[in-house]
């Protein structure tokens, strides 16, 4: 990964003397996860840039952090790690200039401690926010942004966009302002970070923060990314800015509601971005989030938690004054009150996730055979644990199975079932394997009811989304009703079935539910 540092200040070459590196040599960091080099790829009078180039090492960063998920070990190998700017590049930037972020140059101290025009450049830079986000939180102190997305894949324009910016800062600033808005931000962008986060990080942001962050019209979403939305750390960060003059409290959003044991506790709560939090993704190789079936379960998942307010899936009321009713349980006891309505006997959960659902159908005795796939390993063994099959009675234990598989490919055990349930799983596939899934579900598998549930994509407009934003960063796109509709009448014509739309959670005379339904029921097949 790249980063580039350039400026036209005459003689342009005092740029060295404010990094306290000589332009006429390279040299090496070596970095627990690799090495960082810093070189000068023009160095003149009228213009000089320095170059931070960071190789990472993927052996040495597993061995350094660990193994964090048993089914993803070819994850802490194969990530963008390498490639794009992180939380890696961030602190290989506190250590390689560490005594330019302090704003100390005894031979140039004039120059240190004024602006200088500056020109900042990053090739590749996860940013969950999109371009916009970037604009955000560089625009008010003091740059001009230039922030272009990089495509998934040129020569495919329809698949959109990637969450990766090409990133050029442009103006006036303090070099020891500049290196330290990189080290907070950066992480912000990607929102995740490579190490494990301790009370010391919140010192952290406030030195780097110092003169900028406490006035910053988005210092809370700054602060909660950076320290990984962990609630203790945030709100003792937010009381040491607020000594600092400012009134920060507004921005102190109310924790998101956790399962218990999902995370750990703040004083050691690991924040990855080297590899996805519970496996390789749904069905396609994505990152994923306890597998599809659980992707918004509204437990907070390090790197993967949406920064809508309230939060889409786990955190709405559902009426004035009544008692605050997640919308992942509103969905839950509808499909489950619907599979009751089909009387189906015989259940299969596609992308079981954490196993929310199996435990509500395990605790029905009508649901006789109770079965959960999920791609991910680390999913089901989540499920097992939610479950407690251990100690699951003989009786309850003979009714369920949990197996792995992929919905994209033919497999004989998904037949035989009175229902499915894909529940918040359609909108983690790439729409080019949308054919496949309803070939294997539909086509093969053919259970005489099938249940979808899916975001309302209209509804996002009563989220505070940040513009363009998915309710979640693994949603390969989310329907309007009209998209959904269309959707469900296809898979009825091609594969015989009809299907019954209905809402989950409240339904906005305006823009509708936020949650959609469809209720398939296979048509009778004459002999």
């Not at 996860?126 to 939180?137: K, M, S, V």
């Not at 008692?323 to 079981?352: I, K, M, Q």
């Not at 994209?408 to 899934?437: F, G, K, Q, S």
Request: glycine share 8%; hydrophobic share 40%.
């Amino acid at each position: 990964m790249l980063l580039t540092i350039s400026t036209t200040l005459r003689p342009a070459t005092d740029l060295g003397f404010l990094l306290h590196k000589h332009p006429d040599r390279v040299q090496e960091f070596e970095q627990s996860f690799g090495t960082a080099r810093v070189f000068y790829p023009e160095a003149g009078e009228d213009r000089c840039t320095a170059a931070l180039l960071l190789e990472v090492d993927p052996v040495r960063l597993a061995r350094s952090r660990g193994s964090s998920s048993p089914d993803f070990s070819l994850g802490q190998y194969v990530n963008d790690r390498p490639y794009a700017a992180s939380s890696l590049l961030a602190s290989a930037l506190a250590d390689v200039f560490r005594t330019a972020r302090t704003g100390r140059c005894a031979s140039r101290q004039d120059l240190a401690d004024g602006p200088i025009p500056l020109e900042i450049g990053l090739p590749a830079l996860p940013c969950r926010g999109g371009a916009d986000l970037a604009h955000r939180l560089f625009g008010p102190l003091g740059w001009e942004v230039g922030a272009e997305a990089v495509p998934l894949d040129p020569g495919f324009p329809e698949w959109g966009e990637s969450r990766y910016v090409r990133l050029a800062l442009r103006g006036d600033v303090r070099l020891a302002d500049a290196l330290n808005h990189l080290y907070v931000l950066l992480p912000v962008l990607d929102d995740a970070k490579h190490y494990w986060l301790a009370g010391d990080e919140v010192d952290k942001l406030v030195r780097a923060g110092e003169g900028w962050l406490a006035g910053h019209p988005d210092k809370g979403l700054i602060t909660r990314r950076y320290l990984g939305r962990r609630w203790a750390l945030t709100r003792t960060a937010f009381a040491r800015l607020a000594e600092l003059g400012d009134d920060v409290e507004e921005s102190l959003d109310p924790p998101v509601e956790e399962e218990p044991g999902a995370e750990a506790p703040a004083s050691a709560a690991p924040v990855d971005g080297t590899a996805p939090v519970d496996g390789a993704g749904p069905f396609n190789g994505a990152a994923p989030v306890d597998g599809a079936g659980q992707a918004e379960s509204g437990v907070a998942e390090p790197g993967h938690t949406s920064d809508a307010t309230p939060r889409p899936d786990g955190d709405r009321a559902e009426g004035a004054g009544e008692e605050r009713v997640p919308l992942n349980t509103l969905r839950r006891e509808a499909v489950v009150a619907v599979l009751e309505e089909a009387g189906a006997r015989t259940v299969l959960d596609l992308g079981c996730g954490s196993g929310q659902l199996l435990s509500a159908l395990l605790a029905k005795p009508v649901f006789a055979r109770v079965a959960g796939m999920d791609v991910s390993a680390r999913a089901l063994a989540l499920a097992n644990r939610r479950l407690r099959t251990d100690r699951m009675p003989d009786a309850k234990r003979a009714r369920l199975e949990l197996f792995q598989g992929s919905l994209t490919y033919t497999d004989a055990r998904l037949a035989e079932y009175d229902a499915a349930v894909l529940m918040e799983v359609v909108e983690h596939v790439d729409p080019p394997r949308l054919p496949a899934l309803e070939r294997v579900v539909f086509g093969t598998a053919r259970p005489a009811h099938v249940i979808v549930t899916t975001p309302n994509v209209e509804h996002n407009v009563r989220y505070e989304l940040l513009a363009g934003a998915r309710r979640h960063p693994d949603h390969r796109f989310e329907w309007s009703r009209a998209e959904f509709a269309r959707w469900v009448a296809g898979v009825c014509e091609t594969y015989g079935y009809t299907a019954d739309l209905r809402p989950v959670g409240e339904d906005d005379p305006e823009v509708g539910p936020p949650t959609q339904m469809a209720v398939f029921s296979r048509k009778e097949e004459r002999p």
